[in-house]
């Protein structure tokens, strides 16, 4: 069984996923919930192609489906992420300790007699702070962009070796 890591590679089902997360944060349809053919709407895939990559989503949790006659309408279900965050998260809290020391010499700078020094320390403290809170996020951003370059790259060129692939249109 592929773990949430193969799950989310692929774009299809991240696409989808960010389809229902927008559908939740908006409260579309009052609930949440998108229909098969919605989503297929919001897409450039076919109806199949859509229901094959929900039935992973669903096989690993990432989303529930509500059935209501001949119609299916989906939610997305943010726990089995929880995997990823655990994953990710040391590798953008690692200059913690650096952040930590700068929030000390605030409180040291408060404990001495000279408000108008603490007052400047505070403030240098702060900025560089926010340098470093706004340089760490641009490199995340970047290297994941880097790798969602990459998974797509590895995408095609799986894509490319498989015969049945072609057939279908590259989707």
Request: aromatic fraction near 6%; glycine fraction near 6%; hydrophobic fraction near 40%.
């Amino acid at each position: 069984m592929a773990d949430i890591f193969d799950v989310i590679a692929d774009a299809t089902r991240r696409e989808l996923l960010q389809h229902l997360l927008d559908a939740s944060l908006r409260g579309d349809n009052g609930t949440g919930e998108l229909s098969v053919s919605e989503l297929v709407d919001r897409m450039d895939a076919t109806q199949p192609t859509v229901s094959k990559h929900l039935k992973v989503l669903r096989d690993h949790g990432l989303v529930s489906v509500r059935e209501e006659g001949q119609h299916r309408y989906y939610t997305v279900e943010p726990a089995p992420l929880e995997e990823v965050e655990d994953w990710v998260i040391p590798f953008l809290s690692a200059d913690f300790d650096a952040e930590a020391e700068a929030g000390a010499a605030v409180f040291a700078a408060w404990a001495g007699a000279d408000v108008t020094s603490a007052g400047s320390t505070v403030g240098r403290v702060a900025a560089d702070a926010s340098h470093q809170a706004r340089t760490l996020i641009e490199g995340a951003q970047e290297r994941l962009h880097d790798v969602q370059e990459k998974l797509q790259d590895v995408q095609d060129a799986v894509a490319k070796r498989l015969p049945w692939k072609h057939s279908e249109g590259d989707r």
